[in-house]
């Protein structure tokens, strides 16, 4: 069936270190795929995606690249800042008759970014 | 706020009881999704709907779930006789159709005891 597989469960890096999440895949159809950023109790926010017709995108301090034939996905966040600790999510959807994109998250990583 | 929305944030209840959850999306968005997610876990789709059409239910959607869609506006979520099992988050998203980009509510965080 279809599943992503996401690493590391949990980061934890120092104020100004990057950090790499990476994002694996099953499905070959799939062509979107979201990252979203959960803090503590709030709701999953859109962050960044990518589309499956482009190799990398970015967004000031955060990039997602894409290898379609490998069939993985990374979020790379530059910089970083203690405002950053959170979970991120990693999705992948595919487009099907009538249009609809039901998301299959990975489990998520808990970044931790220490002053 | 012009966000997605729902009701009630949280709720208790006893083993056996119904529950219903509401969801109001975006305005102008026709696409709705309803998910459910596990502490420490990534969101798992539940079903699906286009303007007032189902279009699709997860296999983790069983016979005591049921959700609507009326009017393709708001949608109920509603779950009868309750297991502990189904402890969770339940959450919205919305998107317009032009779009991939699903928005989130904040959520139903549901204890059932």
């Known amino acids: 069936g279809e599943n992503v597989e996401q690493h590391p469960s949990t980061l934890s890096v120092q104020e100004g270190d990057s950090a790499v999440i990476k994002c694996t895949y099953s499905?070959?159809?799939?062509?979107?795929f979201p990252w979203y950023k959960q803090e503590l109790g709030k709701r999953p926010q859109l962050i960044i995606d990518?589309?499956?017709?482009?190799g990398e995108k970015k967004d000031q301090r955060i990039a997602v690249t894409l290898n379609k034939t490998a069939k993985h996905f990374s979020l790379h966040i530059t910089e970083t800042q203690p405002e950053d600790s959170a979970v991120y999510f990693c999705?992948?959807?595919?487009?099907?008759?009538?249009?609809?994109?039901?998301?299959?998250f990975g489990a998520g990583t808990r970044l931790a970014v220490h002053p | 706020d012009t966000g997605v929305s729902q009701d009630p944030r949280h709720k208790i209840t006893k083993r056996g009881q119904n529950v219903t959850f509401r969801c109001d999306p975006i305005?102008?968005?026709?696409?709705l999704y309803w998910y459910r997610q596990t502490l420490g876990q990534g969101p798992e789709f539940l079903t699906y709907?286009?303007?007032?059409?189902?279009?699709?239910k997860s296999r983790l959607l069983s016979d005591r779930f049921s959700a609507e869609r009326p009017k393709g506006s708001f949608s109920t979520l509603e779950i009868q006789r309750t297991e502990q099992g189904d402890s969770a988050m339940y959450l919205c998203?919305?998107?317009?159709?032009?779009?991939?980009?699903?928005?989130f509510g904040p959520g139903t965080r549901l204890t059932v005891t």
């Open positions: 709907f286009q303007n007032e059409a189902q279009l699709e």
């Open positions: 999705a992948a959807s595919r487009l099907v008759g009538g249009g609809y994109n039901k998301l299959i």
């Open positions: 990518i589309r499956s017709n482009v």
């Open positions: 998203a919305s998107r317009v159709a032009e779009t991939y980009e699903q928005y």
């Open positions: 305005s102008e968005h026709n696409r």
């Open positions: 499905d070959s159809a799939s062509n979107y």
